[in-house]
């Protein structure tokens, strides 16, 4: 069963531009994760948020989580083409055995 | 070493052939995984393996097979497979067990084609 669902499905944006993807979840969770994952490959692990932070750092990225509103958010900062892939929020599953990936943002930077 | 193989990169493969994928990673991780991706959807869990015991089976038809060698090595076997099943498969490592909470490593995955 779904657990993360990514807002929105696409996004298409210029070099330089911030970009801003969400992510909602159904159950109450520990922790929530993000990937990346450029065209056909395998996925890339950007940063793992707890339920006790509000906010994360790692360079360019920042995410955020509100328990309350059972909702995070990803915002890249001055993207570059490079960017260019799919993100995916990741929750646990309510036993907290497995990830659940959300339908996923595809990201699209021009220059 | 900090990644996760896979081979073969693509295979193609008649719904008679038996074949299989190969994921191996020396990161000394505990958990093993094996995903099916189809295009455009996000990866759905098969498999979890668990200091080299399975842990989870997602429902997985019997058509795939599993299997963990050893620490390092994970294999998926592919027996009488359907069109429908072609995907890309990946594979992921995770240095604890606990499969919701862990930083996950992927590889690059195999893209299977069943003709």
């Known amino acids: 069963s779904q657990q993360g669902e990514e807002d929105p499905q696409a996004l298409s944006i210029q070099e330089g531009e911030n970009a801003t993807m969400n992510c909602s979840y159904k159950?109450?969770?520990?922790?929530l994760q993000w990937y990346r994952q450029n065209s056909g490959r395998g996925l890339v692990h950007l940063i793992l948020?707890?339920?006790?932070?509000r906010e994360k750092h790692s360079g360019r990225l920042r995410v955020t989580l509100d328990t309350s509103k059972k909702s995070s958010s990803l915002l890249i900062t001055a993207s570059r083409a490079a960017d260019t892939a799919s993100y995916f929020c990741?929750?646990?599953?309510?036993?907290?055995?497995?990830?659940?990936f959300g339908k996923g943002t595809t990201l699209s930077v021009s220059s | 070493d900090t990644e996760v193989t896979q081979t073969p990169k693509h295979l193609v493969m008649g719904m008679t052939n038996k074949k299989s994928l190969k994921c191996e990673q020396h990161?000394?991780?505990?958990?093993m995984y094996w995903y099916k991706q189809k295009a455009k959807k996000p990866p759905e869990l098969m498999f979890v393996?668990?200091?080299?015991?399975?842990?989870i089976n997602e429902s997985v038809p019997s058509r795939f097979s599993p299997e963990c060698p050893n620490s390092s090595l994970l294999n998926l076997h592919l027996h009488a497979l359907q069109p429908e099943d072609s995907a890309l498969y990946l594979c992921?490592?995770?240095?604890?067990?606990?499969?919701?909470?862990?930083?996950?490593?992927f590889g690059p995955g195999t893209r299977l084609t069943v003709l």
């Open positions: 393996y668990s200091y080299e015991k399975l842990s």
């Open positions: 948020i707890r339920s006790n932070e």
């Open positions: 992921a490592s995770s240095q604890g067990t606990r499969g919701g909470g862990d930083e996950q490593f």
């Open positions: 990741a929750a646990p599953n309510q036993a907290g055995t497995a990830l659940i």
């Open positions: 159950t109450s969770i520990n922790n």
């Open positions: 990161m000394g991780h505990r958990a």
